[in-house]
């Protein structure tokens, strides 16, 4: 037996119990003719007195040679702490070892075992089987577990049943690249990694499973932006004989349950809100509603004078930062040159000091007078003591630009705060999406989602304007879940595909299997997929995910850990049939 308790059990009600730990050692203190060891486990720490008086010399000077991270088993008796720690649960008592055993020794590990580590990020990454031992990070993967069981549980009691997908498989279009793999007994043949299970759970609703889901791993090879991983986990799901309402109300209440169970937070119905209007007053269509600062469009107010930056501009937009109209003349040229940066990409910035008296400074007083920003105040919401900021352009890069202002803004003003959780459905995406450089369009969600009833004939004339019925849960600005109605027929398959640049027989080659089985009494049907690891970070009232991983990748989609990716040997590659072209 290595151990009758773990690290974390012991009590002030099991004084005068015989024990035994096992753990590593965190910690060491001499005191010359006492020693004591912190013994450290998943479950906590307890304190080890040796003491060369009451057990033995012996005993002494081998846990004074203790190193940290050494792996030990200590037989004793639980006795009361002389002083005690309030801070710990096992902070009333201490074992008076009475027999020590190393079961095995460690290098000095190259950065501290401790909350506040000493350790940088990529030292950290190579090590992470060190890292989990910190509390941060372990007990972030308890966290993760919690979520995921609740999730399973809820799920399971709603009738939905967890069913495996494959892995190797044939490329979905979902608008990432794939992750291939050749296969060696199908010369110069590939699979391709999920990029999600698709397309077999719409094949599982064919097969009458009604309601299906996994927790999933999912693969996209993209250009890493912050905090995403090449390889990521869903939780997919899909049910059959839905409409768009059925599936919203089943997943609004999956969020509820993980919200009340994980964060004790009951909230209300979740609001709803269209892409449109998500763009047109967030300028994003995953827009935090945990605080206002919503869009003003301005060009009614602010066109037709003499200023031409604005009159030539597709659209003038503003918010109302609250209480920054105190902002010095420096703080504000700041503000400048951040929406000036690259990665925000904005000309300038007009800005509009709302003072206490209820007048106005602006930077271009030169063009409007008190009258016109009052209106530009109204239309913005803002209030004496507010700073309106005021950007121009054409409309999809200006409201992007005025989002990512409204984010900083926020950040900085302390509004998006990680304990309050405000979900959103955002609802009503277009069905395709323009790409700019090509002309060509492209499915916004995926080429399975259904257009909104009656918009098919729009296909051909607008293919902007149609309407899907697909949605988004939006949680504190990130969106945490994705979804649609499928298209269940053929036809309409079909059309979409044309729609979507492939021609029949491309279609066929692609997804003939997918079109064969939606001739044989395809249910509609309609699913959803959270993403599990961004949902766990939120919940945790974090930001990135990448500590909720046991095990992810870096920003060039290294695992620096285990050192991949890597080269394979030529004898692979020859089993393969694959040659290098480097
Ligand atoms: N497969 C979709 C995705 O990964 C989700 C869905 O439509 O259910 O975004």
């Not at 997943?251 to 269209?274: A, C, N």
């Not at 009614?300 to 609250?322: C, M, R, T, W, Y």
């Not at 309106?388 to 409204?406: D, F, H, M, W, Y």
């Not at 995910?545 to 620096?560: E, L």
Request: with cysteine; proline share 5%; hydrophobic share 35%.
């Amino acid at each position: 037996m290595y151990r009758s308790n773990t690290c974390g059990a012991l009590r002030a009600s099991d004084i005068g119990s015989e024990v035994i730990l096992s753990g590593w050692v965190h910690k060491v203190r001499d005191k010359g003719f006492v020693a004591w060891v912190d013994l450290r486990d998943r479950y906590g720490i307890t304190q080890l007195v040796f003491d060369q008086e009451r057990t033995s010399k012996d005993l002494l000077e081998k846990a004074r040679e203790l190193g940290r991270e050494t792996v030990i088993q200590a037989k004793g008796e639980v006795i009361e702490r002389a002083s005690k720690n309030p801070n710990i649960p096992t902070g009333d008592i201490e074992v008076l070892v009475t027999e020590l055993t190393i079961l095995n020794n460690s290098l000095l590990p190259p950065f501290t075992i401790e909350d506040e580590t000493d350790g940088g990020e990529d030292i950290r990454m190579k090590y992470r089987y060190l890292d989990i031992r910190r509390n941060p990070v372990k007990n972030k993967l308890i966290f993760r577990h919690k979520v995921t069981m609740e999730v399973r549980k809820y799920l399971s009691d709603q009738g939905f049943i967890d069913i495996e997908t494959p892995y190797l498989i044939k490329s979905t279009p979902e608008g990432a690249r794939d992750f291939l793999v050749p296969s060696r007994m199908n010369e110069g043949q590939f699979y391709a990694l999920p990029q999600s299970p698709q397309t077999f759970k719409q094949l599982l609703m064919v097969g009458g499973m009604d309601k299906y889901f996994q927790i999933v791993k999912c693969f996209r090879d993209e250009d890493l932006r912050a905090d995403r991983q090449p390889e990521f986990t869903q939780i997919d799901c899909e049910m059959a004989f839905v409409e768009q309402e059925d599936i919203l109300n089943t997943f609004e209440g999956l969020t509820k349950h993980l919200l009340k169970e994980i964060k004790g937070v009951e909230v209300d119905e979740f609001p709803r809100m269209t892409y449109d209007d998500a763009m047109r007053l967030y300028g994003n269509d995953k827009p935090d509603i945990r605080f206002g600062m919503q869009f003003g469009e301005l060009n009614e107010v602010a066109q037709h004078k003499d200023f031409n930056v604005f009159n030539s501009a597709e659209l003038v937009v503003g918010i109302a930062v609250p209480g920054a109209a105190s902002y010095t003349r420096k703080e504000i040229d700041k503000l400048v040159d951040w929406v000036k940066r690259p990665q925000v990409g904005a000309k300038g910035m007009v800005y509009v000091k709302c003072n206490e008296d209820s007048t106005y400074k602006s930077s271009v007083d030169k063009f409007y007078d008190q009258e016109d920003l009052a209106k530009w105040a109204e239309v913005t919401g803002a209030q004496p003591g507010d700073l309106i900021c005021v950007l121009s352009g054409n409309t999809n890069e200006t409201r992007a630009q005025l989002s990512a202002l409204r984010m900083e803004l926020a950040t900085r003003l302390g509004l998006r705060k990680s304990d309050e959780f405000a979900p959103l459905w955002v609802v009503d995406f277009p069905l395709l999406e323009l790409d700019e450089e090509t002309g060509a369009y492209h499915a916004m969600h995926h080429p399975f989602t259904s257009p909104k009833p009656g918009q098919l004939e729009l296909l051909d004339t607008k293919p902007g304007e149609v309407k899907a019925n697909a949605y988004d849960l939006v949680l504190n600005g990130n969106e945490i879940g994705g979804g649609s109605i499928r298209i269940y027929d053929k036809e309409t398959q079909a059309t979409m595909f044309k729609h979507l640049g492939f021609t029949p027989e491309e279609a066929k080659a692609q997804f003939g299997f997918l079109m064969d089985a939606f001739q044989y009494g395809a249910p509609p049907h309609g699913g959803i997929a959270f993403g599990l690891d961004r949902l766990v970070a939120i919940l945790g009232g974090q930001e990135t995910i990448r500590d909720f991983i046991a095990f992810p990748k870096n920003n060039s989609g290294r695992d620096v850990m285990i050192d991949a990716p890597a080269n394979i040997d030529d004898e692979q590659l020859k089993e393969l049939h694959l040659k290098l072209d480097l």
